[in-house]
Nanobody, 120 residues
Framework: QVQLVESGGGLVQAGGSLRLSCAAS????????MGWYRQAPGKQRELVAV???????NYADSVKGRFTISRDNAKNTVYLQLNSLKPEDTAVYYC??????????????WGRGTQVTVSS
C-alpha cells in the first residue's frame, strides 16, 4: 500500500505565491509520472501539471508561466510552485502518482487534497 500526503495549501491574496508538496510513502519500488490536479466547487477535476520520471513536464494552458512542477526522486516527493495566483486558481489541489509497488504491481494513487484559496 502507498500513501500520498499533500501539504502547503492555504489562503493567499491575488498575486501571491504558494508551494505545494506531495510525499509518497509505503511499498514503493518506483514512481513514474506524478502530477497535480485541482477541483473547484461545482467543477470537474482538471489536470494542472504532470512530470515524468525523466523530468518532462506538461501544464494546463491556464497555469503556464505561473506554476512550476518539480520532483525529488530520492524523497518520492513532487512539488508545485504557484506564482501570480488568481482567484480562479481557488480549488482543492490533489496529487497523483503512477506507482510501481515492491510487488511490481502498478497503480495510480491519489492524495486527499489540500485547499488553495486566493482572495481578490
Amino acid at each position: 500500500q502507498v500513501q500520498l500526503v499533500e501539504s502547503g495549501g492555504g489562503l493567499v491574496q491575488a498575486g501571491g505565491s504558494l508551494r505545494l508538496s506531495c510525499a509518497a510513502s509505503g511499498a514503493i519500488f518506483s514512481i513514474n509520472t506524478m502530477g497535480w490536479y485541482r477541483q473547484a466547487p461545482g467543477k470537474q477535476r482538471e489536470l494542472v501539471a504532470v512530470i515524468t520520471s525523466g523530468d518532462s513536464t506538461n501544464y494546463a494552458d491556464s497555469v503556464k508561466g505561473r506554476f512550476t512542477i518539480s520532483r525529488d526522486n530520492a524523497k518520492n516527493t513532487v512539488y508545485l510552485q504557484l506564482n501570480s495566483l488568481k482567484p480562479e486558481d481557488t480549488a482543492v489541489y490533489y496529487c497523483k502518482a503512477d506507482v510501481r509497488e515492491t510487488n511490481f504491481r502498478r497503480y495510480d494513487y491519489w492524495g486527499r487534497g489540500t485547499q488553495v484559496t486566493v482572495s481578490s
